[in-house]
């Protein structure tokens, strides 16, 4: 179990318009995320998870686990208060880096706008679910993924 109250802490997510964004989502009523992130969603990924994505998407959607994402990788969901996704609600970050030491390797964190973090217990928060039911790709989805 590590703490959440260590030193080193996932950075919010400034420039995340110029990371590459790889999907769009909208969770509606009976979805579990419903509590979590209504509504419109954007996924994006800066340029080390990016690689790794683009070589291994497709065998991950035909039901193959491909290999873990590399350290320096780094997710962003941004989560939207409007349809248009002009305003945002909440920024969800998972980032690899040693330092974090967290589960699966990830540190996990989640900011208001504002850049108030949130995220008080990342396994219980974040992670537990993350490794638990739908099938992962080391502790990540992309549930909304389509290929161009
Ligand atoms: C109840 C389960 C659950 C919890 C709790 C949860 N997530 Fe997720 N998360 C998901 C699912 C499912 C998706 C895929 C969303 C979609 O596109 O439909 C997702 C998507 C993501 C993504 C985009 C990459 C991906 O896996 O598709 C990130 C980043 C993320 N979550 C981080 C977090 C962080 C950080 C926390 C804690 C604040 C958190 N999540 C809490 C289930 C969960």
Avoid at 14 to 35: A, F, Q, R, T
Avoid at 41 to 59: C, G, V, W
Avoid at 90 to 109: D, S
């Amino acid at each position: 179990m590590v703490s959440w109250s260590q030193e080193a802490k996932v950075p919010f997510p400034e420039n995340y318009e110029s990371l590459i964004k790889v999907e769009e989502g909208e969770i509606g009523k009976g979805n579990p995320l419903m509590g979590i992130i209504p509504g419109l969603h954007r996924t994006y990924l800066n340029n080390i998870a990016y690689e790794h994505f683009k070589k291994y998407i497709a065998d991950y959607k035909a039901g193959k686990t491909p290999p873990p994402f590399p350290e320096g990788s780094y997710i962003v969901l941004v989560n939207y208060e409007d349809k248009e996704g002009k305003k945002p609600r909440l920024f969800i970050v998972m980032h690899k880096k040693k330092e974090y030491g967290q589960t699966g390797g990830w540190g996990w964190e989640a900011f208001k706008p504002n850049g108030e973090r949130i995220v008080k217990n990342p396994d219980k928060d974040c992670a537990n679910c993350h490794y638990k039911g739908a099938k992962d790709w080391d502790g990540a989805f992309f549930s909304h993924y389509k290929p161009e």
